[in-house]
């Protein structure tokens, strides 16, 4: 049988690659197919890490570049302008530099000192912005005779004589942010050198050379560490520490390293190493205050040297990075060992990289820490007032604005003067509860107020002006007594037709019943009798209830009410006889205005506390200009002058006037209350308004009338400050006459619509 055998001829070299070719193809495709996936997988991985780095970079750009922190509003009190005839005790100027940092020094090697030697005081000034220039800094000499200023010079370049040099104003509170976090911001090109230089020795010696993260700063710290067998040296880079403190909360967690990382390198990338480094200057946390926390090297100068930044020297400045591992571990006041060898560290680190010479280190660590005696700088000393400066802030920007804008406020408040009503109102209330077995367990407020612009310069507080609590002289509502007569009499004087200094008054018994309830109402004087008829000069001098009230009566409760709200009233004001003697209420704020306007000539200026604002780079904001408004005529306001002269000299305040120089021209009204709760006294003089109230929290009898009481007071404070008393301008209306009046020849001001009328004629 034959068998056919099948010869496989070889194949021919592209038929063998084609054969290759189809028995590959799914080796290879399975290749590119994996290759694909990982691109894939990795674009996918990447798109959410690139879109969370991109969030991070926005946010981190956002933050750096808009507002980075709440700023506290500062609160300054009024500069101290001193100029030839200020009377000004040289104590009280001494007292003053203190207040705002000043320091004895006879070298006066740089701003902040201030030598005394006999009658001259020699101070170099701090440059200060003001809201309408900037003062430079200045080598100034002031010479006092008689407590009072007789020379102003500055001495160098050439010695010249000033019309005027101011001070800078004193801090005197602030309105903290709603997280109580406290800074005052400083620019890098204002920071002394030897801080960047002790900054960066002891946190991030390689500062200037890492981009963000440096692996060789961690272990290098770490051997520093292990060494010195403390933490001396961190080995987070100061923008990583940046970064913690701005963006980042204090958990530790891997996704916080890395977005510590990353927020680092990115801030590195778009921003410049000294925009880093101040932000870093007023973001580190330096400190507690109270419930307050101390975030930055300018404020903690303050805090802990009472000082300015550029003042500060190394070994003081070597202290404020010293603390920055442990504000509270290495606290100068509560741990100065601890804190003086912290200091030292910084120092010796300074050798060591070169950036100070041996010498300069061993004479820092011989000085003293030099801290300064304050504990607590948001403790200030004029609570009252500067609540005050607050509500009328509200005015003009929200309370959130108030918080966190930094803004700069120029107050009106005179420290001068509100030292010496401090002075005279404790020592006042002392002396009263000794001499006065019922006047005990005193409180009361004072308010002093510029005669002619409305400026708040004082505010008391009772015994303790650091009290924060309840605040009297705004919210302290106390009937005001007698205060209320001069509107009756105001009211009346202005009908000239009608009334003047020598109309006669009915002081006879009166009574009111009320129609609703039945009720009688029966005033009577304080000595309990009636004086028949008088002229109203006398009515007035001697604050006769029954005349008063009569007159009122005739006048009209609503014309009485309508003058009160012409004078600064501007709550309502029920209409009842018995508002004629004072029931009404009010604070000696309140009193203060209407006096205020009866002092300067019947025109009304809201009293203000504010002269400027600025934001905290020092642009003004709000104008608060002079804002003056005509409510009663000038000639009946020159007529009530003098009656209320004749009250200080003749009438109900004579026991006090008697004391006072006879060529002061001093005008006021006593006020008391029903049994006695309420002791007032509103004075004033051409330069001065001055409202006392003196009474107890409880509202229980204190046995002290007007006259005894708050204007004792008041004639210690005038005497104290020493005020000019001028007389005021008369009205082209009035006329000077003599008239008589019982046995006596008296020169009365009239205005002359009817003046001819009453030259010849008798009264009483």
Not at 140 to 162: C, G, M, T, Y
Not at 440 to 452: H, I, S
Not at 600 to 625: C, D, M, T, W
Request: proline share 5%.
């Amino acid at each position: 049988m034959n068998q056919t055998r099948t010869r496989k001829l070889p194949k021919s070299p592209r038929q063998s690659r084609r054969a290759n070719s189809k028995s590959s193809t799914p080796r290879r495709n399975g290749a590119y197919f994996k290759f694909k996936w990982r691109w894939l997988f990795l674009i996918l991985f990447m798109i959410p890490i690139g879109t969370y780095i991109s969030w991070l970079d926005i946010r981190v750009r956002e933050q750096f570049e808009g507002k980075r922190w709440a700023l506290p509003a500062r609160v300054y009190a009024s500069p101290l302008e001193l100029y030839i005839g200020l009377r000004l005790p040289q104590t009280a100027l001494l007292e003053e530099l203190g207040a705002i940092g000043y320091k004895k020094n006879e070298q006066l090697s740089e701003p902040g000192q201030y030598w005394r030697q006999g009658n001259e005081v020699s101070i170099i000034t701090r440059s200060f912005k003001f809201w309408d220039t900037m003062d430079p800094s200045r080598l100034i000499q002031i010479s006092f005779a008689n407590d009072n200023v007789v020379a102003v010079q500055e001495l160098l370049p050439n010695r010249r004589s000033l019309a005027l040099i101011r001070l800078e104003p004193q801090l005197i509170g602030k309105i903290y942010p709603v997280h109580q976090e406290d800074r005052m911001l400083v620019k890098y090109e204002e920071v002394p050198s030897l801080l960047v230089k002790a900054l960066v020795a002891m946190e991030d010696r390689t500062f200037f050379q890492h981009h963000g993260v440096s692996f060789r700063g961690v272990i290098r710290a770490s051997m520093e560490n292990f060494k010195a067998g403390e933490v001396v040296q961190g080995g987070s880079t100061i923008t990583q520490q940046l970064v913690k403190n701005f963006y980042l909360t204090p958990e530790k967690t891997l996704e916080r390293k890395f977005n510590e990382a990353m927020m680092s390198l990115l801030l590195e990338w778009h921003y410049s190493k000294q925009q880093i480094l101040e932000a870093y200057l007023n973001e580190v946390f330096l400190g507690q205050d109270g419930n307050h926390s101390i975030h930055g090297m300018g404020m903690a100068s303050w805090f802990y040297f009472d000082r300015p930044l550029e003042e500060l020297k190394l070994p003081e400045l070597a202290l404020l990075v010293s603390l920055i591992r442990g504000a509270s571990y290495y606290n100068p006041r509560q741990h100065p060992d601890r804190a003086v060898t912290r200091r030292d560290r910084v120092l010796d680190l300074m050798v060591e990289q070169g950036m100070i010479k041996q010498n300069e280190s061993e004479v820092a660590k011989l000085a003293p820490l030099g801290i300064s005696e304050k504990t607590a700088s948001s403790v200030f000393p004029y609570p009252a007032f500067v609540e005050l400066v607050r509500r009328q802030l509200r005015q003009y920007y929200k309370e959130e604005d108030l918080r966190s804008e930094g803004l700069q406020v120029f107050t009106t408040l005179n420290l001068v003067t509100q030292r010496q009503a401090e002075k005279s109102f404790i020592e006042g209330i002392r002396k009263l509860e000794k001499s006065n077995r019922q006047a005990r367990k005193l409180q009361g407020a004072m308010v002093v107020t510029n005669t002619e612009n409305g400026e708040v310069l004082a505010m008391v507080n009772g015994k303790d002006s650091r009290y924060a609590g309840f605040n009297r002289p705004l919210d302290a509502k106390r009937q005001i007594g007698s205060l209320i007569k001069v509107a009756v009499y105001l009211t009346a004087l202005e009908n000239s037709r009608r009334y003047n200094l020598t109309t006669i008054l009915d002081d006879s018994p009166y009574q009111w019943r009320n129609r609703v309830s039945g009720e009688i109402w029966k005033p009577q004087n304080y000595d309990f009798r009636s004086h028949g008829n008088l002229p109203l000069i006398q009515a007035l001098m001697n604050s006769y209830n029954l005349a008063t009230v009569r007159l009122g009566m005739q006048l009209g409760l609503d014309k009485i009410k309508n003058t009160l709200h012409r004078l600064g009233i501007e709550r309502d004001i029920s209409s009842y006889p018995s508002l004629l003697l004072g029931s009404i209420e009010l604070t000696p704020l309140e009193v203060t205005q209407m006096y205020q306007t009866i002092a300067n000539s019947g025109f009304r200026i809201p009293l203000r506390a504010i002269r400027e604002v600025l934001n905290h780079e020092g642009k003004p904001l709000q104008r608060y200009p002079l804002s003056i408004e005509s409510q009663v005529d000038p000639a009946p306001v020159y007529l009530l002058h003098y009656a209320m002269q004749q009250v200080v000299r003749k009438g109900t305040g004579h026991a006090v006037g008697d004391r006072l120089p006879k060529d002061w021209v001093l005008a006021g009204k006593t006020g008391t209350t029903n049994d006695w709760r309420d002791s007032w006294f509103a004075g004033f003089c051409s330069e001065l308004v001055t409202v006392t109230w003196i009474g107890r929290d409880d509202n229980k009898p204190i046995g002290l009338t007007g006259g005894n009481g708050a204007m004792v007071i008041w004639g210690d404070f005038l005497q104290a400050v020493q005020p000019k008393a001028i007389t005021s301008t008369k009205p082209n209306r009035v006329e000077w006459r003599w008239v008589t009046i019982g046995n006596q020849q008296i020169n009365l001001p009239f205005i002359i619509d009817h003046v001819s009328t009453l030259a010849d004629r008798s009264w009483f």
